[in-house]
């Protein structure tokens, strides 16, 4: 009994957003009543089976706590964000820190949780589970999972025609079910990572070097990658945004030495998946947006013989730097650039020319690669990501709770940190311009945002809708490329004619054959065909 009356529960209060977006459909009363029949007994029948598995002493009240307090919080972040609770999602919950945590806390929350898993826990725990032999357990247990069982296959049977149809053409609802998309992600993501680790690393390249252009060189060459954070190309000025989100990027643009390529897109919509992908050897369709234990572009770039570093501003770099040089800049504590356990983006730039003194010295000479991975704008806590003296756009959302603001709030808001951006990313080409100009090296830099965001259009927040069904909003993404005239001259590749093609799709699948191309590295792995700049390089 306690089983099915805790079953009942979840199926009905902890699945709120489940029948909020049913109810939704633009069906008839039949073949909407006969779908939430349908769907209500299948989920009830499976969280039944599910908790009759767990139903042993001194484990049952314990798990079965835990998976209450999951449903509540699905629940919430379903209902706020209409988020999907898929692999993907429950990879970037295991890799989320304290500061993403702490931007996601409100009042709101905490009681959204205690009005689902309240009345649920008291229930789990209002008195001692019942003692019996093993045998009588394991009994009650698989009558429970058998019946549990028959109730999802009579349910499926009985409402195939709406389940099928629902399934085929609302495929995000799969990832609703509340908490067997937890459980299942889960066991995906468990099956993923046990045979990587059990993996040898995979190597990359193994035949890199420099080429030609290094032989007689008297500087070597400086490339800037920045890993853009949240920025959708949708409020990027450059992309023909009506509001002025990216004025100094607009100089820089004006006056002839900043390309900006308005087809970009993303291989993944959250962070956890895109990161890797961007450095991957392997295009999205090969398998780049899945976990792999292989080295990246990062290694072959080193094993070339060139300085790799790594400066993180975000929540570390998903495994794409472990074999390099990296620093972290939120033990920093600089007055103007941090505060709050965060630091803005341009204390990357702060101090970077004695970070490159300090790496080693023969590579150093041949040319160096800087990564710099932005907090951008991540969500969301928009209102955090940028300076007080950096807010253009009045008045702006002040809230985590995203449906709680205005439309025009939030956009302020996140415009707000696309400016940031702006500023960033122009005291980055300062910089590296001042470098080129001294003599010091010959620089570029490409900026590619990992993924976009949404900002309340039908109904969705943030990111980390599946990749099959994600709105353009999360996919299409601002991408920016900067040479030097000594970078242009070594290379070959040249601005006028990247601006010509500008506008052609590119994708987080040209990256890594773009920066091979640029930095004049041989191996086998370099695909021509996906050398963004290569038709332009004589």
Known sequence: MAVW???LWIATVGNLPLWQKLLGLEQSLAQRGVLLAAMGLMVFGGTAAMLSLLHWPRIYRLLASVLVLVTAFNSYFMWQFQAVIDSTMMANVMHTDAHEVRDLLSWRLVVSVLLVAGPALWWIWRKPMAQ?????????????????????????????????????????????????NSAYASGILIAQQIPREARVLKKTGEDAQLGASYAAQTRGPLLMLVAGETARAQNWQLNGYPRPTTPRLAQWETQGSLVNFSAATSCGTNTQVSLPCMFSPLTREEGGDQPAHEENLLDVLQRAGLAVLWVDNQSGCKGVCDRIPNVDTHALALPGLCGGGECA????????????????PARRARG??????????????????????????????????????PPEQLVNAYDNTIAQTDAFLDSALQWLKARAEQGTNDTGLIYMSDHGESLGEKGLYLHGVPYAFAPEQ?????????????????????TGCLKQRSAEPVSHDNLFHTVLGLMDVKTQVYQPGLDAFRPCAK
């Open 474 to 494: 999360q996919t299409h993404v601002p991408m920016v490329g900067w040479l030097s005239p000594g970078l242009q001259t070594r290379s070959g590749v040249a």
């Open 368 to 405: 160096v690669v800087l990564v710099m991975h932005q907090m951008g704008s991540h969500g969301p806590a928009y209102f955090k990501r940028r300076p007080p003296d950096m807010r253009p756009f009045q008045p702006e959302c002040a809230s985590a709770t995203l449906s709680d603001c």
């Open 132 to 180: 019996h032999s093993i045998w009588a357990h394991l009994g009650r247990n698989g009558v429970g999972i058998l019946v549990g069982l028959a109730v999802v296959v009579a349910s499926v049977l009985a409402g195939y025609q709406g389940l099928s149809s629902l399934m085929r053409n609302q495929k995000g609802v799969r990832y609703m079910i509340n908490p067997l």
């Open 5 to 7: 009356g805790l079953a």
């Open 345 to 360: 983006d341009t204390v990357m730039i702060d101090g970077l020319d004695a970070r490159i003194e300090a790496l080693d």
